[in-house]
């Protein structure tokens, strides 16, 4: 499986934007996929996560401005971001989980600027 993110770019506070997750090979085989930011100097942390069977899940402080969603037929996963904030700023990785192995996109930079 290969992912390929896009969708990244240069927003205002308070905009939104989607991003997009591409793979290619058999989705079907992994139980999830997900979004992951790094933010310059900060750790990698989970943004959101759908499983095969299209059930999203956010971690705690990730609650209400993340909106993750899958089409299938697509073999693409996106995730919409609201009111954005300065602190959006990162990296947006996505990822796919087979059992106990991970497939990583390249990133896709966002950068929340006024």
């Known amino acids: 499986v290969q992912l390929q993110a896009s969708g990244g770019g240069v927003v205002q506070p308070g905009g939104s934007l989607t991003l997009s997750c591409a793979a290619s090979?058999?989705?079907?085989?992994?139980?999830?996929m997900g979004w992951y930011r790094q933010a310059p100097g900060h750790g990698r942390e989970m943004v959101a996560l759908?499983?095969?069977?299209?059930?999203?899940s956010y971690p705690d402080n990730m609650l209400g401005r993340f909106t993750i969603s899958r089409d299938n037929a697509k073999k693409t996963i996106f995730l919409k971001i609201h009111s954005l904030k300065l602190e959006d700023t990162a990296v947006y990785y996505c990822?796919?989980?087979?059992?106990?192995?991970?497939?990583w996109g390249q990133g896709t930079l966002v950068t929340v600027s006024s």
């Open positions: 990822r796919g989980q087979r059992g106990g192995l991970s497939y």
């Open positions: 759908i499983y095969n069977q299209g059930t999203p």
């Open positions: 090979g058999d989705i079907s085989s992994l139980s999830w």
